[in-house]
Every structure is written in C-alpha cells, then in structure tokens.
C-alpha cells in the first residue's frame, strides 16, 4: 500500500471525510498545521482513521515549528507528497523545505481569483505557486489562477470539491406542516432567503441586507446564519433603519442546520473573496436555487448560470437586487433551479472526491516511477 503525506491547514469535518475515505486506499499521514481555528466554532470527532500529526506552527516560532514540519516529512519515505495550500505558515515552510531537498510535491489548490499584485507580492506568489510539480484543481476557474501564477497546464488534475457527507435522512424532504411550524417559530416569512457564514468584512453581508431592504417584499424574510465580529453593527443598522423581517442567529453546527436549509427557498453568498465556498455545496444539496458574487469558486466552478444560479458583480447591491427579486416573483423558476442544483451536486459527494484523487495519485506516481524518480 503507497504511503502518502498530506499536509493540511485544520481538521475541519469536511476535510477529516474526506481524509478518513482516503485512507481506506493508503497508508496516509495527515499534517495539521494547527488544531483548530479561532475563527471557526466546528465540532470536530477526533476519531481520525489514519494517521496524523497536529504540529501547532506559529509565526512567532517559526525556527520550532520548521523543525517540527521537517522531523515529520523526514520521518518515513513517501510515494507522494500533497501539500494542501501555499499560503499558510506550513504552506510556505513546506515549500521552502521541499525546494531545498528537491523533494517533487503535488499542490492542492481549492481556488483563487487573479489580483493586481505588486511586483513583490507577485514574485511570491509565482514563486510558492510554481514550485510544485503538479496541481490539483476544482475547476476552471482555478486552473486559471494556477496557470497565471506559474503551473504547467499539463500537470494540472482536477477534482469535484465536495462538502460534508448528509445521510439519507437528514436530506429527506420537511413536510408542509414541519415546514410552516418552522417558520412560525423563527418569525419567518413564506420566502425565506439563506446566509450561512461568518459575519466578517469578507463575506460582503451588508451588501445582502443593504439589497433585501431594497426589495421590501413583505412576504419574505432574510435569515443570516452564522455570528461574529459584525454582528452588533448589522444589528445596530439593521434596528436604526428599521428593516423588518431579518432573523440573526449565531453559529450552528452541520446537524442543527440542516432545517435551516430545508425550510429556505434561496441561498446567497454574497462574499468579496471565497476561493471556494462550501456552503454553496450544502445549500444545493437541500435543492436551493444559488445567487452568489462573482467572487466565489464554487460560484463559478461548479453551478450553472441561468440554470440554478444567478451570479452578480461583487458590491453591485443593486444588481444583487435584481437577481433576488427574479427567484422570489417565480416560484417555479425557484423550483426548476433548485432541481437543477440536486442534479449537479451528485457529481460532487464526498465519494466521488476521493476516486478521483485516488485516480489522479495512482496516475502520478506511475509517472513518476516511468520517469526513475
């Protein structure tokens, strides 16, 4: 059985999935940078079935935590090496570290949007980028970032980004009545449109309540899920320009939003900046219709405009607008989108994400066995 070394930013739920269903396949070692994120309020099952290392690397001691990051890799010989980002403080230590050795690495990459970098911070991100010897990619739009920042198009594999794994139940539809009683208890309007994210500067949220009070449709709400630093000022502009039929809920784990899901009608993501967006992932699994910016990955690599999504330019809150306007006057367009979104995502399971990474290593270390290295 080949032995593969992934080196990973968290033990977030999706990723330990998809890394328990790896492992059914290899010998696999998982590197953590760090054990959780102060950022995120995932509950996470230890119960980790493969084999792994949570290093805790810091910036401020980051002469220790090279170390740490290199007694791991030099500790067994692995057949393939996946560094799963470049940006991070292990991202970066790997790649300097495998630079040096002259170690063949696979770079992971979930997405990323082409910026007007400076001229130093382009030479670092070309550099971090480049180094790699192939790329794993969700899509097109990710392929493109990689190759403008310096990956051969040649060695670039990709792979359905899935989410968390929903059973059979918890993916079985509300009935009306589950469904109205629901809403009654949350306060909620006939149409409800979905957030779920963190409340930052990022996620662009003020620009969907800053639409949904241009809409002032009395028959639907807005329910933004997910709490944070913003919290307060969406609450205070929220109360001072006395905007009726928005419910603010803090965070809440997989299993208690799964009725979030079922009892909403549209999902949006209006972030400035997602390389991905899982979420999006999620809400298409409950068979939502999508409005998402134009700066989400899943956004643009996995949905399908005009068929269950509608995408607008970031910060165009009027546009935004117009698009949430379009699904909540049609309840069969809402429907034939939110179908739509049930069809593609069952090319994105978590099982499907594995066989593809299970076909693309097997191909990579044949090529690199053909090649003597």
Avoid at 112 to 127: A, E, M, Q, W
Avoid at 195 to 206: A, D, M
Avoid at 333 to 356: A, C, P
Wanted: with cysteine; proline share 2%; net charge positive.
């Amino acid at each position: 059985m080949n032995k593969i070394l992934f080196i990973a930013n968290i033990p977030s739920p999706y990723r330990v999935d998809f890394f328990n269903e790896l492992g059914r396949f290899y010998n696999l070692t998982v590197v953590f940078e760090r054990g959780s994120d102060i950022k995120r309020e995932w509950i996470v099952d230890h119960s980790f079935k493969f084999n792994y290392y949570i290093l805790d690397l810091r910036l401020l001691s980051i002469v220790s935590s090279f170390k740490r990051l290199r007694y791991v890799i030099e500790k067994e010989h692995y057949d393939l090496i996946i560094l799963g980002g470049y940006s991070t403080i292990g991202g970066i230590l790997s790649t300097l570290y495998f630079k040096i050795k002259r170690i063949r690495y696979v770079l992971n990459a979930d997405g990323g949007f082409i910026k007007k970098d400076n001229f130093i911070k382009l030479f670092i991100k070309k550099f971090l980028i480049s180094s790699a010897h192939y790329w794993l990619s969700t899509g097109e739009n990710c392929r493109g970032y990689l190759i403008h920042y310096g990956a051969k198009k040649e060695n670039i594999y990709e792979y359905p980004f899935a989410s968390v794994k929903y059973s059979k139940e918890e993916l079985k539809e509300l009935s009306k009545e589950e469904v109205r009683y629901l809403k009654e208890k949350y306060k909620l309007r006939d149409k409800v449109i979905l957030y779920v994210g963190s409340f930052i500067k990022l996620k662009g949220v003020e620009e969907l309540i800053g639409a949904f009070e241009k809409l002032k449709d009395k028959d639907a709400s807005l329910l933004l899920i997910g709490g944070g630093e913003l919290k307060k000022e969406y609450v205070t502009y929220i109360e001072e320009r006395n905007i009726p039929n928005i419910v603010i809920m803090d965070f809440i784990q997989k299993e208690a939003l799964v009725d979030f899901y079922k009892i909403s009608d549209i999902f949006v993501l209006p972030s400035r900046g997602d390389v991905w967006g899982l979420v999006i992932n999620e809400a298409m699994s409950f068979g939502l219709p999508i409005v998402s910016s134009n700066k989400v990955g899943a956004a643009l690599d996995m949905t399908k405009e005009y068929k269950n999504s509608l995408i607008y330019e970031s910060g165009n809150i009027d546009e935004l607008k117009e698009k949430l306007q379009m699904l909540l006057r049609d309840r069969n367009l809402r429907q034939d989108y939110g179908e739509m979104s049930r069809g593609i995502i069952e090319d994105y399971t978590m099982e499907k994400m594995v066989e593809k990474h299970v076909n693309i290593i097997e191909r990579i270390i044949l090529i690199e066995k053909c090649k003597g290295r």
